[in-house]
């Protein structure tokens, strides 16, 4: 049985994406932690302007409000999708 080369380049290439998705959970908690302190340095000084004072329960709560509140706006900000390709093969954009 011949195996083509493109079909070992497409394996390879599978094998290399499906390895760098792979995270431990020191991974993830890496990423969370990180998340966090942006969170905090982009959120934390208007929720000081806003009167809370920092490292208060309030003031967590209105930088998790803050951050949820933009997220909101971006998934809910009208997107155009574009599609090209052929039976058995669509690109599609959204934006």
């Not at 209105?62 to 509140?69: A, E, G, S, T």
């Not at 997220?71 to 599609?83: E, K, V």
């Amino acid at each position: 049985m011949l195996i083509s080369s493109r079909f070992l380049l497409t394996l390879a290439g599978s094998a290399l994406l499906l390895s760098a998705c792979a995270t431990t959970p020191q991974q993830r908690a890496a990423r969370v932690e990180k998340d966090v302190e942006e969170m905090v340095q982009v959120y934390g000084p208007g929720c000081e302007k806003l009167g809370y004072t920092a490292d208060t329960d309030q003031w967590r709560d209105c930088v998790i409000r803050l951050n949820q509140r933009d997220h909101l706006l971006y998934l809910n900000r009208p997107t155009t999708t574009s599609c090209i390709g052929h039976r058995g093969f669509y690109n599609c954009t959204s934006f």
